[in-house]
């Protein structure tokens, strides 16, 4: 049981940080890179969407700092790369 459990926990942990990455050709994409190797790996943007930094809450101040996300379409895939400070900060991607 407790082998099952430690497995069990292992797959959870390495899906959670497969949205991390992304193979591109013979490279990867990780979080943390610059948005440069993300120019340099995937060319120009199909759509960029800015967000803005936001604040929350009364009395109390919450800050969400200001990010970009690239949305790339490879045939019927759409790969979505947020950036937060220049840096990859999360991959995601649609069928």
């Known amino acids: 049981m407790r082998t099952i459990l430690i497995a069990s926990l292992w797959l959870l942990a390495s899906a959670a940080s497969a949205s991390d990455t992304l193979r591109v050709g013979s490279r990867l994409l990780v979080a943390g890179d610059s948005a440069a190797q993300v120019r340099e790996l995937l060319g120009r943007p199909a759509r960029v969407t800015h967000h803005r930094a936001r604040r929350h809450?009364?009395?109390?101040?919450?800050?969400?700092?200001?990010?970009?996300?690239?949305?790339?379409?490879?045939?019927q895939r759409e790969?979505?790369?947020?950036?937060?400070?220049g840096e990859v900060a999360d991959i995601a991607q649609r069928p």
């Open 79 to 85: 790969i979505t790369v947020t950036l937060v400070d």
């Open 57 to 75: 809450g009364r009395g109390v101040v919450v800050v969400t700092p200001a990010s970009e996300s690239w949305v790339y379409r490879d045939g």
